[in-house]
């Protein structure tokens, strides 16, 4: 079975600054990797996938993660941050076998608060 | 891109009474929907599994009778809270996979009262 961690529950950051939302991965196979964005009261958004090849995904909003196999980890960054990037922001796994998307595990999800 | 439409996006209910939430694909076939359920502050937690024709799967801990879940068609699943009670009041969210994608509905608010 898959697991993922998000390390920190909420991240405080100041408008234009970089931001590194972590996210660790537990699993004894290969894996599809998300990150998903929610607003308040409405369903989720992807932001970025890994799938397979490159291991530097890029997404919308500029917002990119790096695939790390020897950590287990899929880091969300984004260089510099908007006010309108506040929002909940879920990292998830999912066995990657077949040609479609099985059972997604989510982690706790970081609230992420960008202050003017 | 694919659109999973979901209803109502919230909804007030007396305690005892059951409420139905309905996930529609609109421009594609879905064999398959997840449901989740989210309590503020926290993570989705998998409820159950329906396909289309067969029986829901459910996850541990999860009350069959309470939460019916029906997938007769292609493009439709709901999900029946039934006796519903405040505990119940809760953010119910489904997903369909599409290929290596997965689209959500926007979520159902419900509040028991």
């Known amino acids: 079975a898959q697991s993922v961690t998000q390390l920190d529950s909420q991240v405080p950051v100041f408008e234009e600054a970089p931001v590194e939302l972590r996210c660790n991965y537990s699993?004894?196979?290969?894996?599809?990797l998300f990150w998903y964005v929610q607003y308040p009261n409405q369903g989720l958004q992807l932001l970025l996938k890994?799938?397979?090849?490159?291991?530097l995904v890029k997404g919308i909003n500029g917002f990119e993660a790096e695939f790390n196999k020897s950590q287990t980890s899929f880091h969300l960054r984004k260089p510099s941050v908007h006010i309108s990037d506040t929002a909940e922001y879920f990292c998830?796994?999912?066995?990657?076998?077949?040609?479609?998307?099985?059972?997604?595990?989510f982690g706790r999800g970081t609230q992420l608060t960008v202050w003017p | 891109g694919a659109v999973v439409s979901q209803h109502p996006s919230r909804v007030i209910c007396k305690s005892g009474t059951s409420v139905k939430i309905e996930c529609r694909s609109l421009?594609?076939?879905?064999?398959?929907m997840f449901w989740y359920r989210q309590f503020p502050k926290q993570s989705l937690m998998l409820m159950a599994t329906?396909?289309?024709?067969?029986?829901?799967?459910?996850e541990q801990g999860v009350e069959k009778d309470k939460f019916l879940i029906n997938h007769a068609s292609l493009t439709l699943s709901t999900l029946t809270v039934t006796s519903a009670h405040p505990e119940d009041s809760s953010f119910y969210i489904c997903?369909?996979?599409?290929?290596?994608?997965?689209?959500f509905g926007q979520g159902t608010r419900l509040t028991v009262v």
């Open positions: 699993s004894s196979v290969s894996v599809y």
């Open positions: 998830a796994v999912s066995a990657g076998r077949g040609s479609t998307l099985g059972r997604l595990y």
């Open positions: 329906s396909n289309e024709g067969s029986k829901a799967t459910y």
């Open positions: 890994y799938l397979s090849g490159s291991t």
């Open positions: 421009d594609f076939q879905a064999t398959t």
């Open positions: 997903r369909a996979p599409v290929r290596t994608e997965a689209f």
